[in-house]
Antibody
Framework: EVQLVESGGGLVKPGGALRLSCAAS????????MNWVRQAPGKGLEWVAS????????YYTDSMKGRLTISRDNAKNSVYLHMDRLTPEDTAVYYC??????????????WGQGTLVIVSS | DIQMTQSPSFLSASVGDRVTISCRAS??????LNWYQKKPGKAPDVLIY???TLQDGVPSRFSGSGSGTDFTLTINNLQPEDFATYYC?????????FGPGTKVEIK
């Protein structure tokens, strides 16, 4: 069974940093594009970052560019999102999602349960 | 970047109703358009990919159509478990932007 489990969220002060983890099971995360999507309280879904299967292509949302690093550890079958200089506007539930690539297109077919990040003094 | 819009942002409907949600892209995304359902406290679930293909396990009362810039999600015979927020997402190019969502509530 495909499963994604996020961890690492919590309360952090403005200007602080946090590293989120996404542990995959039931498949090899190295073979897929892996993504982070967030949802701020009362807001919609916002794509945050992607690392494609060959690791050559990494993308970040403009709203957090320069403050994010997405990476993966294939030995641990995990993906990470390091976030720097956090602001209260970064408060959100952060989801890890697997991207399925097909001839018909790409979509996020499996998601974790999310990890809550609260940025507050 | 491609911007996505949805209408309406909110709709009130009754069990058994037919509901239609629209999604528009700022430029053509061909049929690289996905629909997700999001319930509070739960992860999103993909309903439809490639504009009109139903994800395995999704009830056939859900359907999608469209191409280019204009897309539609239709829910026939609305069921209690369908009350949720629905998001479109383009996967034509990065960033894979989402629409702002349409919240479907019980009338």
């Amino acid at each position: 069974e495909v499963q994604l489990v996020e961890s690492g969220g919590g309360l952090v002060k403005p200007g602080g940093a946090l590293r989120l983890s996404c542990a995959a099971s039931g498949f090899f995360s190295s073979e897929y594009g892996m993504n982070w999507v967030r949802q701020a309280p009362g807001k919609g879904l916002e794509w945050v970052a992607s690392i494609l299967s060959d690791d050559q292509y990494i993308y970040y949302t403009d709203s957090m560019k320069g403050r994010l690093t997405i990476s993966r550890d294939n030995a641990k079958n995990s993906v990470y999102l390091h976030m720097d200089r956090l602001t209260p506007e970064d408060t959100a539930v952060y989801y890890c999602a697997r991207k399925l690539d097909t001839a018909l297109g790409d979509w996020f077919d499996s998601w974790g349960q999310g990890t809550l990040v609260i940025v507050s003094s | 970047d491609i911007q996505m819009t949805q209408s309406p942002s909110f709709l009130s409907a009754s069990v058994g109703d037919r509901v239609t949600i629209s999604c528009r892209a700022s430029r053509s995304v061909s049929t690289f358009l996905n629909w997700y359902q999001k319930k509070p406290g739960k992860a999103p679930d993909v309903l439809i990919y490639a504009a009109s293909t139903l994800q395995d396990g999704v009830p056939s009362r859900f359907s999608g159509s469209g191409s280019g810039t204009d897309f539609t999600l239709t829910i026939n015979n609305l069921q209690p478990e369908d009350f949720a927020t629905y998001y479109c997402q383009q996967s034509y190019n990065m960033p894979f932007s989402f629409g702002p969502g349409t919240k479907v509530e019980i009338k």
